[in-house]
């Protein structure tokens, strides 16, 4: 598969996706679509490619917007990616309607922090809420960040309820612990002109007012001469509050400008401050969390999920410089305090905010869609053999037929022709009581699998919707008794085994991989979509001199063998499987 994330800058492709987009290359081709800046070379060069957005821009531009939603119209036509993973507001809300408009068979949205808070104006807030909602209904999945969000999104029904799940939002416990960090603290202090005695409170983060800044410089106005205080982070000139200092001392404030090595910054800080006006879910303040740093964050949602008051830290009124200085002084002026909350920080980072949990959450909505839809599809070894199995589309129907032929040859379904078995598997893989999966190699089916949830209804809706196709392309077997007589006997098989509904009907193998060990994958693959589909048994009928087909049945978890006649005269064997 193709999977596309778009952002409005590359900034936020390599700091808020990066490893979603890595872990991503595993299911196929992935590719980063914003504005291009800085940070794409190192995006390329760990296998991302990226497609520029020129027009795209973080601050409030329409003309601009307007060039960005055309580049971007553009870039999906070109590319027919299978899923499109949209963050940020605008590109959040634009990158949803018009993913589906240009046919993309996916789209998943990350709700990062709604850009409306309780304590926004009510007109913003309905404004905010009514494109939410609209843009919501072309996305199949909504991966919200925050809980408080979540909650919003379900009671105020912004978004339907079955495409919301709980994403949370972590950081690489790997690179951000307190015995990594720690190991530089000194030698990172020393090049800050950091002195033994004095206490470092720190903020990592875009030089915008919404962050605090203008706050901080006056709480540190409060505060002892023995603390210094930090600002890192980049310029951010697109946004309407952005600020014009990037390095250099303001107020007792020094600024840093951008910084890789915030990792190293966190081990030589003793306290953490954001006094940020909105969030989703604040990365710098749970990489200060996961490093070991007491935390002095505002009352608002995203920061009151890093922050436990009291435990790891203080929580502060938004915009209250006083406030933010006393709970500042109180960390600076008790060492062991600072110990403690730092512990616990650590502590609940280890806890709740792992990265890998969210990968894996983001791998497992792409894995579960494409299932749904009719596009997943896995890399497997069989024997010397890489081979695809996928759910099947009716263009295989030919070679599942010709499959089914050359390998069920004694089969009373092979007698039928291969008219009978195309149509038969086309509606088998449009039904929606059936599945069928292939097993694909260098672009030719070299296996199938075909089952049912209930094989009646299936029977039923055939010859419902396909008895006069299916009549013409039996007209020459339908000169022969036997014709007629197997099946009525088909149709009407039940009794012995009967009450399974579910069923697996036909699999075949290929000759060249036959010994590889695929027939168990296609058991495997098929099993996996009766428990998905919420069945709890199947079962297989097999001919009694079937032996390999046995023997593997009952390798995969079918129960003993029982005698069971489908038609007249022709031993066969029912096995059933259960959850």
Not at 202 to 220: F, H, Q, S, T
Not at 296 to 313: A, H, K, M, S, Y
Not at 441 to 468: C, K, M, P, Q, W
Request: proline fraction near 5%.
């Amino acid at each position: 598969m193709k999977i596309a994330h778009l952002t409005t800058v590359d900034l936020s492709l390599r700091y808020l996706v990066l490893p979603q987009l890595e872990a991503a290359r595993d299911l196929g081709e992935v590719i980063g679509i914003s504005a291009s800046g800085p940070f794409v070379p190192e995006l390329e060069e760990r296998g991302i490619r990226h497609v520029s957005l020129p027009s795209s821009t973080r601050g409030m531009s329409p003309i601009a917007d307007i060039r960005a939603m055309r580049q971007l119209w553009l870039a999906l036509r070109a590319e027919n990616p299978d899923i499109l993973h949209t963050h940020n507001p605008k590109p959040g809300l634009y990158g949803r309607v018009l993913g589906r408009l240009a046919g993309v068979p996916l789209v998943v949205n990350t709700v990062h922090g709604l850009y409306a808070t309780e304590d926004s104006p009510w007109l913003k807030r309905m404004f905010v809420y009514l494109l939410e909602a609209v843009a919501s209904r072309f996305s199949h999945a909504e991966l919200v960040q925050n809980p408080e969000d979540l909650e919003l999104l379900r009671s105020w029904r912004i978004a339907p309820a079955s495409k919301l799940r709980l994403l949370g939002n972590g950081v690489d416990l790997g690179k951000f612990n307190p015995e990594r960090v720690g190991a530089s603290r000194n030698r990172t202090r020393e090049d800050l002109g950091i002195a033994d005695d004095e206490i470092a409170v720190g903020l990592v983060g875009r030089l915008v007012a919404e962050k605090g800044i203008p706050e901080l410089l006056e709480a540190a106005r409060l505060l002892d001469e023995n603390v210094k205080v930090f600002v890192a982070g980049p310029s951010d000139p697109d946004k309407t509050d952005a600020l014009v200092t990037e390095d250099g001392s303001v107020d007792r404030v020094e600024f840093l400008g951008m910084r890789r090595d915030v990792d190293a910054l966190y081990g030589a800080f003793d306290v953490f401050v954001l006094p940020s006006h909105r969030e989703g879910f604040p990365r710098a303040a749970m990489e200060a969390a996961a490093c070991g740093l007491p935390l002095v964050l505002t009352d608002i949602r995203g920061c009151r999920q890093v922050v436990e008051p009291g435990v790891n830290g203080f929580l502060v009124p938004v915009a209250d410089p006083q406030q933010l200085a006393e709970a500042i002084t109180r960390l600076v002026g008790d060492a062991r305090l600072r110990s403690q909350m730092g512990a616990a920080s650590a502590a609940k980072a280890r806890r709740e905010f792992d990265e890998r949990s969210v990968v894996d959450i983001v791998m497992d909505t792409y894995r579960s869609l494409a299932d749904r839809e009719g596009l997943g599809w896995e890399t497997v070894r069989a024997g010397s053999h890489e081979i695809k199995i996928r759910p099947a589309s009716p263009e295989d129907a030919p070679a599942i037929s010709q499959l089914h032929r050359r390998r069920i040859e004694t089969g009373f379904l092979s007698s039928l022709g291969p008219g009978f078995l195309r149509l038969l598997y086309q509606a088998l893989i449009h039904s929606t009581h059936g599945s069928v999966i292939v097993a694909e190699s260098e672009d030719e089916v070299v296996g199938f699998i075909a089952g049912t949830a209930d094989t009646n209804a299936f029977y039923r809706e055939f010859l419902r919707r396909h008895v006069l196709g299916a009549l013409l392309r039996l007209v020459p077997a339908l000169f022969r008794v036997s014709t007629w007589r197997r099946i009525w006997e088909t149709l009407r098989y039940g009794g012995d085994g009967g009450e399974v509904s579910a069923e697996l009907l036909s699999m075949a193998v290929a000759p060249g991989v036959s010994r590889s060990g695929l027939g168990q994958q296609l058991v495997r693959a098929l099993l996996h979509w009766a428990e998905e589909e919420g069945m709890g048994e199947m079962k297989v009928v097999v001919g009694a001199d079937n032996a390999a087909a046995i023997t593997l049945y009952c390798k995969m978890g079918f129960g003993t063998p029982r005698p069971y006649e489908v038609h007249r005269g022709v031993e066969s064997l029912v096995m059933k499987w259960q959850l």
